[in-house]
T-cell receptor
């Protein structure tokens, strides 16, 4: 679990707030991911960064804005969220973005939008 | 047809028994196959990866892959109450290239 860290672990925000989620990986990987996990739904891939370049945006609403300043850090900026955005947000990393490398997850941020 | 489908569960087995978790996938070009374990309120933890046909064993866990049948399974021998969790099947490569596609998960309960 310490290979990929996420902060904060819990977040409650109003619909008009702006907040950011942070992810850091200590595994020397080059690809980082944001996933959303809602109750009773499969994991949904949101964004992928490979060597700091965004390679996938899975039709995510613009109220979610990712940032990847380097291969070890990943942010998810949140603004004007909706109650249906309440979920567990998971960061993961892998050696490269190729589908054959193992992805390791952080502990997640439990987000509640009120 | 769903891209990755797992047996719906929940699956309940007695302590000491073999738990069998199954996963089928639709993309014949898939190259990598993973099993994750997720405890309630926690994040997914990688427990097995398999890339070629056949069996791969790691302790009490055995992953089985049959690409011709587009089927991957996870066997847990000598099941323990601590194995009670949701097990996620994830498939990578093929037409999805770098994307891992996850199944909906199977809830396993091991009762004493």
């Amino acid at each position: 679990e310490t290979g990929v860290t996420q902060t904060p672990r819990h977040l409650v925000m109003g619909m008009t707030n702006k907040k950011s989620l942070k992810c850091e990986q200590h595994l020397g990987h080059n690809a980082m991911y944001w996933y959303k996990q809602s109750a009773k739904k499969p994991l949904e891939l949101m964004f992928v960064y490979n060597f700091k370049e965004q390679t996938e945006n899975n039709s995510v609403p613009s109220r979610f804005s990712p940032e990847c300043p380097n291969s070890s850090h990943l942010f998810l900026h949140l603004h004007t969220l909706q109650p249906e955005d309440s979920a567990l947000y998971l960061c993961a990393s892998s050696q490269e973005y190729s589908g054959v490398y193992e992805q390791y997850f952080g502990p997640g941020t439990r987000l509640t939008v009120t | 047809q769903k891209e990755v489908e797992q047996n719906s569960g929940p699956l309940s087995v007695p302590e000491g028994a073999i738990a069998s978790l199954n996963c089928t996938y639709s993309d014949r070009g898939s190259q990598s196959f993973f099993w994750y374990r997720q405890y309630s309120g926690k994040s997914p933890e990688l427990i097995m990866s398999i890339y070629s046909n056949g069996d791969k064993e790691d302790g009490r866990f055995t992953a089985q892959l049959n690409k011709a049948s587009q089927y991957v399974s996870l066997l847990i021998r000598d099941s323990q109450p601590s194995d009670s969790a949701t097990y996620l099947c994830a498939i990578g490569g093929g037409t999805s290239y770098g994307k891992l596609t996850f199944g909906q998960g199977t809830i396993l309960t091991v009762h004493p």
